[in-house]
């Protein structure tokens, strides 16, 4: 049996490295027993000021305009105001939690109790509470999950803001014919430690072309709607150009409404509630976006989308953003010009952030810190790159534009980040821990 779990682990650990698809580029070797870091060189600055809710795109040249190609949307340069992040040589990565089989997310019960659920990616969930990791399973679904393909499995997971009245959460897995799942499952009551297996209610099951490019992302909104992000269904380059038709609910960020309807209903605000595309879609043109995080305090959005062979990028939208909103993929690999050119009056988003394959293969997006612990990082984007190892800090100047700085190295496969309800931060690494920044 031991043997058999250490295959199946590799297995599964040495595909999910092809989040970037179909690349040849080799993967630095992480220092898998390190919990410390080593500051870096900073990345460079992408110089774009922040952009607002009523001006959140930038408009590119199209064939009908006199310039031949599509034009990047940022500017990579040294920005003129300089920031200074705290000192990372003052905190420390400690672990929490050890022996987990291939964990890939993690969410907090909103009810006070200072649980944490750690998904594991091939179908069960871990319940770490007062610092202690339960042998018993919170949710066991190894059943029905597909965890085969190298980015299949259980991906992410929601708690309703009412779990404490409700018991409801809400998880993405790919079952075992390859679709993406939607689902709901319930705890009742909502303050015991196991969740029933057979409270599934299914909201949404999308076919997926391939096994990759699944997406994962379960968040809440400020606004109480459920948003998805699914990827553009795999394999490279988008062959079936999903992420810019919006007859297909692959590439994009979904908003629902997981109160209203059976099993759920479309909030009047989405873009398309009158036609023009499926009305479950709230905004396109994503690659896979990896882990996308809300900022409890403002309520603005930051979205990871892994990139295709050249570059990552940071995804963001301001609260109030109406929606309809176009990420440029596949016309645009972060800023740079990778396939078509966009129709006439389309407007596309840029990135806040990017980096090149130089730097790593696939980001991972994560949290922006708004604990008590740290109020020193209070306001800093926490991301990673899933073969580099490395965290770094991006974090908006006074002048509207980003600021990137390196901050930790070799933290293993860097497969996820998350929070507690305090607002503390963590990161998940795929090799079986996971670790919560402190000041020592």
């Known amino acids: 049996m031991k043997e058999k779990k250490t295959k199946n682990y590799w297995y599964v650990f040495l595909l999910f490295v092809i989040l970037v698809a179909c690349q040849t580029q080799t993967a630095p070797t992480p220092n898998e027993s390190s919990s410390g870091f080593s500051p870096l060189p900073t990345p460079p600055t992408i ?33 003129p105001v300089s920031l200074t992040f705290p000192d990372p040589a003052s905190y420390r990565w400690v672990a929490v939690a050890k022996g987990l089989e291939s964990p890939v997310g993690l969410g907090y019960t909103p ?20 610092n202690n990791l339960s042998n018993t399973a919170f949710l066991d679904i190894r059943d029905r999950v597909g965890s085969r393909g190298s980015e299949q499995g259980l991906l992410g997971i929601a708690f309703h803001p009412k779990y404490a009245e409700n018991g409801y959460f809400y998880v993405n897995y790919t079952d075992r014919d390859g679709s993406t799942v939607i689902a709901r499952f319930q705890a009742n009551p909502p303050s015991a430690n196991l969740a029933d297996s ?27 709607f459920l948003y998805l992000g699914l990827g553009d269904g795999g394999s490279a380059g988008d062959p079936q150009n999903n ?43 994503l690659r896979n976006p990896w882990r996308m995080s809300f900022d409890r305090q403002t309520g603005d959005l930051y979205i990871g989308d892994v990139g295709q062979n050249q570059w990552e990028e940071i995804d963001y939208l301001p609260n109030g953003s109406s929606g309809d909103l176009n990420f440029g993929w596949k016309y645009l690999e972060g800023t740079h010009p990778y396939q078509g050119t966009p129709p006439a009056g389309v407007k596309l988003i840029p990135p806040i952030y990017e980096y090149g394959h130089d730097q790593g293969c696939s ?78």
């Open 243 to 285: 992420a810019q038709s919006l007859n297909t609910l692959l590439g994009k960020i979904l908003r629902l409404d997981v109160d209203n309807g059976e099993p759920y209903a479309i909030p009047t605000s989405n873009p398309y509630v009158n036609g023009g595309g499926l009305p479950e879609i709230w905004a396109y043109g």
């Open 111 to 130: 009810d006070g109790s200072g649980r944490l659920l750690i998904l594991e990616q091939e179908g069960t969930i871990r319940l770490w509470q007062d």
């Open 363 to 440: 980001v991972t997006g994560g949290v922006l810190y708004r604990g008590r612990s740290l109020p020193e990082w209070n306001g800093v984007y926490f991301f990673s790159d899933y073969c580099a190892g490395w965290v770094d800090g991006l974090r908006q100047l006074p002048d509207g534009t980003w600021q990137a700085q390196r901050l930790f190295r070799d933290l293993g496969r860097i497969s996820s980040f998350g929070e507690d309800e305090q607002g503390e931060i963590y990161l998940i690494d795929h090799a079986g821990t996971v670790y919560r920044l402190e000041q020592p």
């Open 47 to 79: 110089g774009n000021p922040q952009p607002t809710a009523a001006e959140i795109a930038v408009p590119i040249k199209s064939a009908g305009d006199d310039s031949a190609s599509p034009q990047p949307l940022a500017t990579v340069e040294s920005s």
């Open 198 to 224: 057979a409270s599934e209610k299914i909201l949404l099951r999308i076919a997926q072309p391939y096994a990759n490019h699944n997406g994962g992302a379960v968040v809440f909104g400020p606004d109480g």
